[in-house]
């Protein structure tokens, strides 16, 4: 029995893994030019024709009847997993890079903010763009 248990150490450690794994969501976000946009002038039909709908929540993003939005997210998530039987997992990820842009609209549907932020280590968040209506 004294054996068992170095036996089982080292079973263990033998079927542990890790993998690792970067996530690159909306990546085209980064090139989208919100700089012909003007608050009070320009409409959801005019950001639909040159840009296109933002994306459904799921994928980054997300359109209500007062806004789009528009994600980008680059993440690095590393997993280790201990044994093929009982698998314990220990997951840890991090955000590198990540850029938001909001568009909101007035009831008629005529631009009334747009702003753009970015993080380029997942914890400052700079504000790129902001721009309202006056």
Request: proline letters at 3%.
């Amino acid at each position: 029995m004294r054996w068992l248990s170095p036996f089982l150490l080292i079973s263990l450690a033998a079927f542990c893994g890790c993998k690792f794994h970067r996530s690159v969501v909306n990546e085209y976000v980064r090139d989208i030019d919100t700089s012909w946009i003007t608050p009070g002038v320009t409409t959801r039909s005019d950001i639909i024709d040159r840009i296109g709908v933002s994306p459904s929540t799921k994928e980054g993003g997300g359109i209500s009847g007062s806004s789009f939005r528009w994600v980008c997210a680059d993440t690095f998530t590393g997993t280790l997993e201990a044994g093929y039987i009982v698998t314990p997992t220990f997951e840890r990820g991090t955000m590198y890079y990540s850029e938001d842009i909001l568009v909101t609209f007035d009831r008629e549907g005529v631009v009334e903010l747009v702003s753009r932020t970015r993080s380029k280590d997942g914890k400052r968040v700079e504000i790129v763009e902001w721009r309202e209506r006056k």
